[in-house]
């Protein structure tokens, strides 16, 4: 059960793109299409931001977007905002029934 | 309007029990799965236990199993976490989130801490 990996920390200016990713392996991400994307400022509790690989919760901005390529899932978020700075976290389902989590990027808009 | 509100966190030494408790509202738990995930401070997200809908199925970190038992009390309509044989790794605060594999609402969270 040990955690997806994430990269410690990514930076865009305003209005650029950037892409988060995340590998797991075949007993999460590999096998299932149940990744998960969520946002976390400082203080707050995580927010739901993209789930089963690449479907947007009602009222998540359109400039969230996420793919899957193997074992290896990636969140990019176009057209970034100052309120886009927070750490972001992917998770999995994993064969064991369990749920995985990445172990996080702190997202800079510089 | 959906609300998961945990309580039952303090101050606790190592070896205790504790439980923790998340009462719903604008929702009823046994039509959903639902976690429990902890973040220990200045860390990462950490899924914890998991109970299915219908409470047939309850699933564990391995770091927990044998020590935490997820529950859930449908009249109530609130969700526990049954912690014992706290250790000191257990600090940490402690979501209550709906959803099997989305995950889609968290609390607010709870604070656990361990210590002598």
């Known amino acids: 059960q040990s955690a997806l990996t994430q990269p410690a920390s990514v930076s865009g200016s305003p209005g650029q793109s950037i892409t988060i990713s995340c590998t797991g392996s075949?007993?999460?991400?590999?096998?299932?299409?149940?990744v998960s994307w969520f946002q976390q400022h400082a203080g707050r509790a995580p927010k739901l931001m993209i789930h089963d690989v690449t479907n947007r919760p009602s009222g998540v901005s359109n400039r969230f977007s996420g793919s899957k390529s193997g074992n290896t899932a990636s969140l990019t978020i176009s057209g970034l905002q100052a309120e886009d700075e927070a750490d972001y976290y992917c998770?999995?389902?994993?064969?064991?029934?369990?749920?995985?989590f990445g172990s996080g990027t702190a997202v800079t808009v510089l | 309007q959906v609300q998961l509100v945990e309580s039952g966190g303090g101050v606790v030494q190592p070896g205790r029990s504790l439980r923790l408790s998340c009462a719903a509202s604008g929702l009823t738990l046994n039509e959903y799965g639902m976690n429990w995930v902890r973040q220990a401070p200045g860390r990462g997200l950490e899924w914890v236990a998991f109970i299915s809908y219908d409470g047939s199925l309850q699933h564990y970190v391995d770091s927990v199993k044998g020590r935490f038992t997820i529950s859930r009390d449908d009249f109530k309509n609130t969700l526990f976490l049954q912690m014992t044989s706290l250790r000191v790794d257990d600090t940490a605060v402690y979501y209550c989130v709906k959803g099997a594999t989305k995950m889609d609402f968290w609390g607010q969270g709870t604070l656990v801490t361990v210590s002598s």
């Open positions: 075949n007993s999460d991400i590999g096998t299932y299409d149940h």
């Open positions: 998770s999995s389902y994993t064969t064991s029934a369990t749920r995985v």
